[in-house]
């Protein structure tokens, strides 16, 4: 089973699945991008920036918007 941290960083986690630049993904990123935006109208792509964690993309669709 999968364990994840609320500090573990995105960016590392796909490394993890994909060492080489040269080796085809299955879009992850892509698709938690996509599937964020429809759940929570989140934008992944407004905070990006590799040192970004799993805990501040959760900060960020647990805050309530004005």
Same mark, same amino acid.
């Given at each position: 089973? &999968?364990?994840?941290? %609320?500090? $573990?960083?995105?960016? !590392?986690?796909?490394? !993890? &699945?994909? %060492?080489?630049? +040269?080796?085809? $993904?299955?879009?992850?990123? !892509? *698709?938690? *991008?996509?599937d964020? #935006?429809?759940?929570? $109208?989140?934008s992944?792509?407004?905070? +990006?920036?590799?040192? #970004? *964690? &799993?805990? !501040?993309?959760f900060?960020c669709?647990?805050? %309530?918007r004005?």
């Amino acid at each position: 089973m &999968l364990k994840f941290s %609320p500090h $573990d960083k995105i960016w !590392e986690i796909y490394r !993890e &699945l994909y %060492p080489s630049r +040269w080796i085809a $993904d299955a879009l992850e990123l !892509e *698709t938690l *991008t996509e599937d964020l #935006l429809k759940k929570y $109208d989140f934008s992944l792509a407004a905070i +990006w920036s590799e040192r #970004l *964690t &799993l805990g !501040e993309v959760f900060a960020c669709i647990s805050t %309530p918007r004005a």
